[in-house]
């Protein structure tokens, strides 16, 4: 798996952080992250898949993305996306792709499309999109051809370690819709979605302004502010149960917090520690980066950069279920290469309820 590729320096809270969301392997069959030479690719508790690979040149913003839900006739799609060049219009018109120098039998011109993110993308089409995967798999190369430019250069070394992984996170293995060659069969387990209820909504009148001393001493390492300085959280979570949440670390593009829970007067201080989803690296979080909460959803998120351009990195919710925080949603990006949120792999996802 690539390490994330920033483009400033950071605290090192902040890489050992990020460095654990793309190195850490997992079982398979479980949500997690893999690296396979050119390829990254990531598999949510739902068993869906999305995989990357980027050119050789670091300096070009442009990507396959190769996508697979875990249902049994969920089909493949793949999307080419290259960044929108200042001269309106240069990304236009048909664009050819061929693999190891030869065309994809029965994949025509594709019609990229500029869409609001500053990236021109060309789907490909849905009868057309598993022969591109297995040709994807199979060869060294992928070249996209574009009107009066240079070619683009996609490598492609992995894709047959990566398709053997998604098809065994799938239970594909074997099947006739498997995108490997590896024997099989392996069972195949639709996974269910999971459910999170949300507590009740609670007053936020009548909390302290400041965070408490009691709190601060239950933190003990916080540097302080420099400016401008962050104002805390501070928000009631249930009655008598107050989330402070002071920032207490910053680099150039995060601000690390440290979590507590206390009362309205600071007392019963004890530290909070974030639960993280199987495939994140570690367990658990306590100091999560640029977070908001929303009393209203009783969401909390947070949103670690990888570098200030913040298209990589990661960003967890969670919801207050009256007692604790459960994980609803994660979304990584290893790979500091451009590309936009939407675009992002899922670690986990769940549905909230209230």
């Known amino acids: 798996m690539s390490v994330l590729r920033r483009s400033a320096p950071v605290l090192s809270r902040v890489a050992l952080a990020l460095a654990a969301v793309v190195l850490f392997g997992v079982p398979a069959r479980a949500a997690g992250q893999k690296g396979f030479k050119d390829w990254m690719v990531v598999c949510d508790n739902l068993?869906?898949?999305v995989a990357f690979v980027f050119p050789t040149d670091q300096a070009e913003q442009a990507w396959l993305r190769l996508e697979r839900g875990g249902r049994t006739d969920d089909p493949v799609t793949v999307t080419i996306a290259v960044s929108a060049e200042e001269q309106p219009g240069a990304g236009g018109g048909s664009w050819g792709l061929t693999v190891d120098g030869e065309p994809i039998p029965g994949l025509g011109a594709l019609k990229p499309v500029e869409d609001d993110t500053g990236f021109w993308r060309a789907d490909i089409p849905a009868d057309q999109a598993r022969a591109v995967a297995l040709a994807a798999r199979d060869g060294a190369v992928m070249g996209l051809t574009r009107r009066g430019r240079t070619p683009i250069i996609l490598p492609l070394s992995g894709g047959a370690a990566t398709m053997i992984w998604i098809d065994e996170q799938q239970g594909r293995l074997g099947s006739p819709t498997a995108l490997s060659k590896a024997p099989g069969p392996s069972p195949f387990v639709v996974a269910a979605m999971p459910i999170r209820v949300a507590g009740p909504a609670v007053p936020q009148g009548g909390l302290p302004t400041t965070v408490p001393p009691s709190?601060?001493?239950?933190?003990?390492d916080c540097e302080e502010q420099t400016e401008p300085a962050i104002d805390p959280i501070i928000a009631r979570l249930a009655p008598g149960v107050v989330l402070y949440a002071p920032v207490c670390s910053r680099g150039a593009y995060n601000a690390i917090y440290s979590l507590v829970l206390a009362?309205?007067?600071g007392g019963g201080a004890r530290v909070l520690h974030l639960p993280l989803p199987e495939g994140f690296g570690r367990a658990a979080i306590g100091d999560p980066m640029n977070i908001d909460y929303n009393p209203e959803t009783r969401m909390l998120t947070s949103f670690a950069k990888g570098r200030g351009l913040g298209d990589c990195g990661d960003e967890t919710q969670w919801v207050w279920d009256g007692k604790a925080f459960q994980v609803v949603v994660s979304r990584v990006m290893g790979?500091?290469?451009?590309?936009?949120f939407?675009?992002?792999?899922?670690?986990?996802?769940a549905k909230v309820e209230s």
């Open 263 to 265: 009362d309205e007067l």
């Open 47 to 49: 068993n869906t898949c």
């Open 335 to 340: 790979d500091c290469r451009g590309v936009p």
């Open 342 to 349: 939407d675009d992002w792999p899922t670690l986990y996802q």
């Open 215 to 220: 709190v601060m001493t239950a933190i003990g």
